[in-house]
C-alpha cells in the first residue's frame, strides 16, 4: 500500500512549538473527526446533497491543513469546492480514494 497522505510532519511540529506530546494529542482528535466527517461525505454523496458534502469536506481541509497532511486536503478541498457548485459527483468519483486515505491516517 502506497502511502498517498504526504503529510509534512516538520510543519505539524511546527505548529506545536515542536511539541510531539501535543502533535499526538491533535492527531488523535483529527482522526476521530475526520472518520465522522467521511462518514457524513457518504451520507452526502449517498442523498446527493451537497450542503452535507461540502460541510463535511470543508471541516476535513481545515483540520488536515493544520497538520500538514495535504493529500487529504488537497482531496477535501477538491471535493469542497465541486460541492459549492451544487454537485456531489467529485466526492462520488473520489470518496474510495479518500477511505484509503482515513486508513492510511490511523497508521500515523
Same mark, same amino acid.
Do not use: C
Given at each position: 500500500? $502506497? &502511502?498517498?497522505?504526504?503529510? &509534512? @510532519? %516538520?510543519?505539524?511540529?511546527?505548529?506545536? =512549538? *515542536?511539541?510531539?506530546?501535543?502533535?499526538?494529542?491533535?492527531?488523535?482528535?483529527? @482522526?476521530?473527526? /475526520?472518520?465522522?466527517?467521511?462518514?457524513?461525505?457518504?451520507? *452526502?454523496?449517498? @442523498?446527493?446533497? +451537497?450542503?452535507?458534502?461540502?460541510?463535511? =469536506?470543508?471541516?476535513?481541509?481545515? =483540520?488536515? $491543513?493544520?497538520? *500538514?497532511?495535504? *493529500?487529504?486536503?488537497?482531496?477535501?478541498? =477538491?471535493?469542497?469546492?465541486?460541492?459549492? &457548485?451544487? $454537485?456531489?459527483?467529485?466526492?462520488?468519483? %473520489?470518496? +474510495? /480514494?479518500?477511505?484509503?486515505?482515513?486508513?492510511?491516517?490511523?497508521?500515523?
Amino acid at each position: 500500500m $502506497s &502511502n498517498n497522505l504526504q503529510w &509534512n @510532519k %516538520t510543519f505539524a511540529l511546527e505548529q506545536t =512549538a *515542536g511539541n510531539e506530546e501535543l502533535l499526538e494529542e491533535l492527531l488523535v482528535l483529527f @482522526k476521530n473527526s /475526520a472518520a465522522a466527517d467521511y462518514i457524513l461525505l457518504q451520507e *452526502g454523496v449517498k @442523498k446527493n446533497n +451537497p450542503e452535507v458534502v461540502m460541510h463535511a =469536506a470543508h471541516s476535513i481541509k481545515g =483540520a488536515a $491543513s493544520s497538520l *500538514g497532511i495535504e *493529500g487529504i486536503r488537497q482531496l477535501a478541498h =477538491a471535493m469542497e469546492i465541486d460541492s459549492r &457548485n451544487n $454537485s456531489v459527483v467529485v466526492a462520488r468519483d %473520489t470518496l +474510495p /480514494a479518500m477511505a484509503e486515505l482515513m486508513t492510511q491516517l490511523q497508521v500515523l
